[in-house]
């Protein structure tokens, strides 16, 4: 069964950064496509970054040169790293695999 564990949310300044970590449980990890949406309240869920099973990445314009997605196979886990945040970043942010599994999410808040 596919489990994915989302941390490292938390209350932020503008101009701050946060790094997210999604901690899968999964067999070979490492062939899969994982990525990071967002969602906030009234709206569906957003596309903001994702890495391929090769490393490829690809990102949403709004997040474009903040934000950088990477992975850890050793440690069946990816991160969001998140820079230079912006008050328009506060939602709650969801790792998937595959776009089929999903995680329970975790709170980013941006405010000063």
């Known amino acids: 069964q596919v489990q994915l564990v989302e941390s490292g949310g938390g209350l932020v300044q503008p101009g701050g950064s946060l790094r997210l970590s999604c901690a899968a449980s999964v067999s070979a990890f490492r062939f899969h496509n994982l990525a990071w949406y967002r969602q906030t309240p009234g709206k569906s869920r957003a596309f903001v970054a994702r890495?391929?099973?090769?490393?490829?990445?690809d990102y949403a314009d709004s997040v474009k040169g903040r934000f950088t997605i990477s992975r850890d196979n050793a440690k069946s886990t990816i991160y969001l790293q998140m820079n230079s945040l912006k008050t328009e970043d506060t939602a709650v942010y969801y790792c998937?695999?595959?776009?089929?599994?999903w995680g329970q999410g975790t709170q980013v808040t941006v405010s000063s």
């Open positions: 890495i391929t099973s090769g490393g490829s990445t």
């Open positions: 998937s695999l595959n776009s089929a599994y």
